[in-house]
């Protein structure tokens, strides 16, 4: 057994561990999976990895398992041959092997470990297919590097962003437009997303938008490429938007997709958190006021209003509980801003990913609730989290499901099911995080999951709580 990493930690202050050469049950999941699953919401887009076929099952297992839906990445498929004399000629000869079966009108490039490290240069063999095979009616490509011990989806998913918007966005004509980079949230939280911008009567470019590809209805026949997707012509026409609306408070906006709209064609950026929670949710809405000169719809006041009346009646139920958090950066900084703010305090913040920016991110949202920030853990992998858990035992966990086996179920306390992979339960696509109505979804379930912990440990079961 690995011995335990990081040393004892002022509360809020994110953990350094120590030199360690092992994980056991990484938090996160790889680089380049985040940037296929960001390719998959452009529309007549397929995912290629340039590199090992086993990278593309390896995607293609947790996508399917999580969405439930038929998924397709395809790789150059590099053996011994390529690592040692280069992957140009199999990633040209894949290029022209999507284009001929797929028929994709978009192919987003994301490269992994293996061609990182043999140091393939991707974005001059894109050059060199362009030019060699330049009499064919080529699709868009667009190429982003991901090797996968450089960061996590999460970061995968972003990078992807970034390079999509930097390869076709222009500001040739102006557009009506708002921008909405909704980081990686579910199916659902992107239908929802819409609705809300078609309240507020504005025309929303989200990207990616995978709510139909990755969740959509029976077919009667198989088809190579799933409907729906954010069009190429959305996505170019971002450089002359109103505005952009950017999730994420880890994310640096010189680094993010929407910053590089900022600095390049000058479109306005509002970098907000992912808006689960009343606080967070009403800084969403104050935006969405802003841009359309709309007041908060009558549907949505009433939405809010419910969401209040349901933390006060929750509140003793949920009264001085403690809970652990992990997963993705960003989601974790979202459940910590909301758990605060009902009564649950968080006492761990974790992520596989190291960003650098979660202790902040999480004192922010915290700060003015908690007399004292949660303790932040950054980099680090299951049997880290778990044994700090024991230590701290919380009442409750929230994460994905690779959580479960070494949190939920040893631990023998309540997990509530958040972010990506959720491949234990069912309708994992259909789960909705954002907005009032997300919010509220997280609530009951929260309530719901103590109160049923504290019946099965009764020895009288159900009675009038």
Request: proline fraction near 6%; aromatic fraction near 8%.
């Amino acid at each position: 057994m690995p011995p335990v990493k990081g040393a004892a930690n002022t509360p809020g202050e994110a953990v350094k561990p120590d030199p360690f050469v092992s994980t056991t049950n990484a938090c996160k999941m790889c680089k380049p999976l985040g940037a296929a699953l960001a390719f998959m919401g452009i529309e007549g887009c397929v995912p290629f990895l340039h590199g090992s076929q086993g990278c593309a099952t390896y995607m293609r297992r947790y996508v399917i398992s999580h969405f439930r839906e038929p998924v397709d990445i395809a790789s150059s498929a590099l053996g011994e041959k390529q690592a040692i004399h280069g992957g140009g000629p199999n990633l040209k000869l894949g290029l022209l092997n999507v284009m001929k079966k797929y028929g994709a009108t978009a192919i987003g490039v994301a490269t992994t470990c293996l061609t990182e490290t043999i140091g393939d240069d991707v974005s001059m063999l894109v050059k060199e297919f362009k030019k060699e095979f330049g009499d064919l009616p080529l699709p868009e490509i667009v190429h982003v590097s991901t090797p996968s011990y450089g960061g996590t989806q999460a970061e995968g998913f972003q990078a992807a962003l970034r390079a999509v918007v930097d390869q076709l966005a222009t500001d040739e004509a102006k557009s009506t437009q708002v921008n909405v980079l909704s980081n990686f949230v579910s199916c659902e939280d992107i239908r929802h997303l819409k609705d809300l911008f078609e309240d507020f009567g504005l025309n929303a470019a989200i990207l990616p938008d995978y709510s139909e590809r990755l969740d959509g209805p029976a077919l009667e026949d198989y088809v190579k490429i799933a409907p729906g997707g954010t069009p190429v012509a959305r996505i170019r026409a971002m450089g002359g938007a109103r505005a952009t609306i950017e999730f994420g408070r880890v994310l640096d906006p010189e680094k993010s997709a929407g910053g590089l709209l900022a600095e390049r064609f000058s479109v306005p950026l509002h970098s907000l958190g992912l808006p689960v929670g009343l606080r967070e949710c009403d800084a969403f809405f104050g935006v969405l006021e802003e841009i359309s000169g709309r007041p908060l719809p009558r549907r949505h006041e009433l939405a809010r209003g419910r969401l209040v009346d349901a933390y006060v009646d929750g509140h003793k139920y949920l009264s001085g509980k403690t809970a652990v958090v992990y997963g993705e950066e960003d989601l974790v900084v979202a459940m910590c801003a909301f758990l605060s703010e009902i009564g649950v305090k968080p006492v761990l913040a974790a992520s596989g990913g190291q960003s650098g920016r979660l202790a902040g991110a999480v004192s922010a949202v915290t700060a003015d609730i908690l007399r004292e920030p949660p303790e932040v853990r950054e980099g680090v992998d299951f049997y880290e989290i778990a044994a700090r858990a024991r230590e701290l035992s919380p009442d409750l966990v929230i994460g994905n499901s690779k959580g479960y086996r070494v949190l939920g179920r040893e631990l023998d306390i309540p997990l509530i099911r958040v972010g990506f992979p959720i491949h234990d339960r069912f309708g994992a696509q259909r789960v909705l995080h954002l907005g009032y109505a997300g919010t509220q979804r997280l609530f009951d379930q929260i309530v719901n999951a103590v109160i049923e912990k504290k019946q099965a440990d009764s020895d009288v079961g159900y009675g009038y709580i």
